[in-house]
C-alpha cells in the first residue's frame, strides 16, 4: 500500500512542475516525437511502460532502473521526403551513484528548400538559392530502482536548431516513473508515466515556440502463449497541450526470445493507415531491427537500428 502511495505522490509531483514550468505558445521541434530506434517504431511509440533498455534514454528514463549491462544503439531512419534522423546512445551501469547513466545524440536533417524572395514589387523570384534546417539533440539521462516495483529516471536535452541562417536553442527534461507487479491480476504488469521535453522555449528570430511538453501514461504485461513463444502487448496515452488526446497501441511475439514480430497504431497521425510494423532478430548480444510505416503520397518511412548489450 505504501508502494502505491509513493508512486501516486511522484506522478502529482510531475504534473505539478509541468504546470509551474510548461509554457504556452506554438509547438516547435517536431522531430523530438520520432521514434529514435526501430523497436520503438513497431510498437508505434506505445513504450512508456516497455522500456527496460537503451531505449529508455529517449522514451522513459525511469526504465534505465532495469538496465543491468553496458548497452549501445544507433539508428537510420530513412524518413519520407528525403528527410533523415539519425540517433546514437549509450548507457551503462554505475555503482558509485547507485543507478545508470546515460547519453545519447539526435541528428534530424530536413534536407534542401529552394528559397523563395519576394521583391519590392510582388513579384516572386523562385530561383535564389536553396536553405536548409537541421535539429540536434544531446540528452545526458540518469535512472535508478527505489524499491522492488518502482523506478525512477531524469533526462537534461540540450537543443540545438538551424533554419536557414536562424539558430535556436533549448534546454528541456524529461521525468518518468515505472511501476512494476509480478503477480498483478495474475501477470505480470507494467506502469510508465513520463514527461518529456519540460523546458524552456526556442526563439529563432523574433517569436518564441514551445517545445511540444508530453504527458504520457503507458501500459503493459506479459504472457507465455507457449514454451517458445511470448506475448508483449501494450498501450500509451498522451497529451500535448492544445492538441487532443492520443493512443498509441503496439505489441510484439517472440519465438526463442530471437525472432520478433512488432506491430502498432498511433491514432495521431493524420494520414496513412496508422498502422506500422516491424521486425528483429537477436544473436547472442547483438539485435537488428527493421521497423515500417506508410504515409501514402508522402512516401513510406523506414527505420533500421542495430543494438550491442
Known amino acids: ?151 525512477f529516471g531524469l533526462t537534461l536535452k540540450y537543443i540545438n536548431s538551424k533554419i536557414d541562417d536562424y539558430k535556436a536553442n533549448a534546454f528541456a527534461g524529461d521525468l518518468g516513473i515505472i511501476y512494476s507487479e509480478e503477480n498483478m491480476f495474475s501477470q505480470p504488469v507494467k506502469i510508465g508515466f513520463v514527461i518529456k521535453n519540460l523546458g524552456t522555449k526556442i526563439k529563432y528570430d523574433k517569436e518564441k515556440e514551445s517545445l511540444p511538453t508530453e504527458y504520457r501514461i503507458g501500459f503493459a504485461s506479459f504472457f507465455n502463449l507457449s514454451k517458445d513463444v511470448n506475448l508483449l502487448p501494450a498501450i500509451d496515452l498522451s497529451y500535448i497541450k492544445d492538441e487532443k488526446v492520443n493512443v498509441n497501441v503496439g505489441a510484439e511475439i517472440s519465438y526463442l526470445n530471437s525472432f520478433f514480430v512488432r506491430c502498432g497504431y498511433d491514432n495521431s497521425i493524420d494520414i496513412g493507415n496508422k498502422l506500422s510494423f516491424g521486425a528483429g532478430y537477436k544473436i547472442k548480444n547483438i539485435s537488428i531491427d527493421y521497423a515500417f510505416t506508410s504515409y501514402d503520397e508522402l512516401g513510406d518511412g523506414h527505420r533500421i537500428s542495430l543494438t550491442i548489450k
Open 1 to 151: 500500500m505504501k508502494k502505491k502511495i509513493l508512486l501516486m505522490i511522484s506522478i502529482i509531483s510531475l504534473f505539478l512542475m509541468a504546470n509551474l514550468f510548461g509554457g504556452y505558445g506554438t509547438h516547435s521541434m517536431l522531430s523530438l516525437r520520432l521514434p529514435t530506434s526501430a523497436t520503438i517504431a513497431g510498437f508505434n511509440n506505445a513504450y512508456t511502460a516497455v522500456a527496460d533498455d537503451v531505449n529508455s534514454l529517449s522514451v522513459n528514463p525511469a526504465g534505465l532502473g532495469f538496465v543491468k549491462n553496458n548497452q549501445f544503439l544507433f539508428m537510420y531512419n530513412n524518413y519520407v521526403q528525403d528527410l533523415n534522423h539519425n540517433y546514437l546512445a549509450y548507457c551503462q551501469p554505475v555503482n558509485v551513484l547507485g543507478g545508470k547513466i546515460g547519453v545519447n545524440i539526435s541528428l534530424f536533417d530536413a534536407g534542401d528548400f529552394d528559397r523563395t524572395t519576394i521583391g519590392s514589387t510582388g513579384i516572386l523570384y523562385n530561383n535564389n538559392g536553396f536553405f536548409t534546417s537541421k535539429d540536434m539533440v544531446i540528452g545526458a539521462s540518469y535512472g535508478k530502482t527505489i524499491n522492488p516495483n518502482i523506478n
